[in-house]
DNA sequence: CCTCGTCGTCGAAGCGCTTCGACGATCGGC
DNA sequence: GCCGATCGTCGAAGCGCTTCGACGACGAGG
């Protein structure tokens, strides 16, 4: 492996100047900087990320803490952090893997080591231990997600609470007028992620505002779970028209349930979907759907950091519009049925 | 951040005794040992990575490339990828998170700068354009899958000809005669991904073997691909009693065509699935199934690296026996059926 | 009782890079 | 035509660690 040294005695020129060529600090004249280069390619050289990393204390590395459970949304992780890798690389930094479960410790490792530049944290809750760990790091960090008190830490996520107010709207400007929410399962309102109430928070107030008749209830996994969860919803408030569900996996149970007893979608009652648009698009029929938007979720962290990390400002909480798409699960209510 | 000189001084001895104590390569006494140790908890010591990785050429990384697009199988990598993450923690290893699409150039990239010890690649084509550039690198690599021609380079992962032969194999012990096969998609065929040709090359065998009489046919995805594949089975071999299902995403439309037409799983038609152990049983009705076992292949992959880092002897090919588990999908066939 | 080997520790060199200060050369302004 | 600023380059220091060789001290073996 050539080092620095080599470039330099092929380019006829210092170290130093190699690395000015490098890092562009400093003006270099364009005859030795082609020099250099040509040196660079020849040599194939590649400075070492150890020494870099040592002498400029900085890593062009960033942290991603995910929840790699086998969980439920597998798919939206791995969204996220397809999306932060991208991004990453984008701004010639790469990305360490750590899991949620090597906890506080984790964290603090990679930190105080100097592996990692900043910190991109997901899956938070409520009132998340790592957070006041985060707070003592000099790396800074960027939260995907919204826990309770996050003064001084940046937070990137979906607005759950606008996601559900457009939901209703979407609903209620279609006609409807009761409406039951299918929501996440007890085990995450459990986990204390607070999209889950953010959203459900969202939901009551816009029925309110849109004097709708609305019932909520959480919903267990699995086919029982989904029919037991309707009957709830049924028993609750008779009438349904629609349902907004906030829950990926009861979806498809839920539509087999409701074929099964006949009801037709969206004939006799209209979905509304929160889930990743091509979890909407691949079931039987395509729903109208509000995305959770990964993608743009983990760029904007990414961003977030860089900025953070050449001391740019940042807006320490940014929730993201939700975006409604029109499918084929809503349809208008007629006057008579209102 | 506290160095390795303030620990010396604040035990009382030379940095080198520091570096001894952390790495165990000379003898200390208990009593130094004692104290050096105490200096590091109350300073909250943690050797700087870029420093260490300089002096002793050892990053304590490896790199994982993993597929990122947004993919039929995201589950099964995630699960590759929490097993490598944790296995290598378990070494005292990070995790470096590549996208393969960065290609041979990010691989180069991240060995070159010395980023990494190892590197770990999933998702290997037949005749990977990575594997030459893999040669060139002074790290070793570890390859889940079994390209073409990866002499030199060790490769972990399922055996999936025993696995349809195992397939079969149960089957045929259940009475069954006349057997379908769902296989891949197309495009898996077409993406040159070997494990495709391995399932079926055994299962062709396996069928010549047991004297039965089998179809075979990719299948694309969606409820119309499964359609199309099962209609095109039913035409080719009449009096099909069961199904190997070598295909993820076909699963859940496949049972609901079955359903559909009046088909009883296992009573008319038995299925055997291949595809990790929680899709099976997350099916409308518990599939009899063969796993594809991320978590081991891996750690596999991972023990296997570290294994060439501290220059032990690898096994070049592994391939992992598949286990074959019955659950409620597969039903011995009466005799008067054969 | 002397020697040799082992144990426990130290000091110094060096890993490959960045960055600061210095310095000659060049150039524009008056 | 001279002075100060700017440009382009160099040398050296130092980032924090590992590791090698050296060196007392000490115990065992002859």
Redo the contacts with the bound molecule.
């Keep these: 492996?050539p080092?620095?040294?080599d470039v330099a005695k092929a380019a006829?020129?210092?170290?130093?100047?190699v690395?000015?060529v490098?890092?562009g600090?400093?003006?270099?004249?364009a005859?030795?900087r082609a020099r250099v280069q040509a040196a660079i390619a020849e040599l194939g050289?590649h400075?070492?990320a150890g020494?870099?990393a040592?002498?400029?204390s900085k890593t062009n590395v960033i942290a991603l803490v995910a929840p790699l459970r086998v969980d439920v949304n597998v798919p939206v992780i791995m969204q996220f952090a397809t999306a932060v890798v991208t991004a990453a690389r984008s701004y010639n930094h790469d990305v360490l893997l750590l899991t949620k479960d090597e906890g506080t410790a984790g964290l603090e490792r990679v930190a105080h080591s100097t592996m990692v530049d900043a910190l991109i944290l997901m899956d938070l809750e409520r009132d998340d231990l790592r957070i006041p760990a985060l707070r003592r790091l000099k790396q800074p960090s960027v939260l995907i997600g919204l826990p309770q008190d996050h003064t001084g830490i940046a937070c990137v996520d979906l607005d759950f609470g606008a996601a559900a107010r457009e939901a209703l709207a979407h609903l209620a400007g279609h006609g409807h007028r009761r409406i039951g929410l299918v929501g996440p399962s007890p085990a995450v309102y459990k986990r204390q992620t607070t999209y889950a109430d953010r959203f459900l928070t969202g939901f009551l107030e816009a029925s309110a505002e849109l004097s709708l008749r609305t019932v909520t209830h959480p919903c267990e996994p699995g086919a029982e779970g989904v029919r037991s969860c309707l009957a709830d919803l049924d028993a609750e408030l008779d009438g349904l028209t629609a349902l907004v569900v906030h829950n990926e996996e009861a979806l498809r149970p839920l539509l087999d349930l409701l074929h099964a007893t006949g009801r037709r979608v969206p004939d006799d009652i209209s979905i509304v979907a929160v889930c990743p648009r091509d979890v909407a698009t691949a079931m039987p029929i395509q729903l109208t759907s509000i995305d959770i938007p990964a993608h743009d979720v983990g760029t904007l962290a990414v961003e977030t950091a860089m900025r953070l990390l050449d001391g740019r400002r940042v807006e320490y909480t940014r929730l993201l519009a939700p975006s409604l798409v029109e499918r084929d699960s809503c349809r208008e209510i007629s006057t008579s049925h209102r």
């Design positions: 492996m080092t620095i040294n006829g020129v210092s170290p130093s100047t690395s000015y490098l890092s600090r400093r003006p270099i004249s005859e030795t050289f400075p070492h020494a870099r040592l002498a400029s």
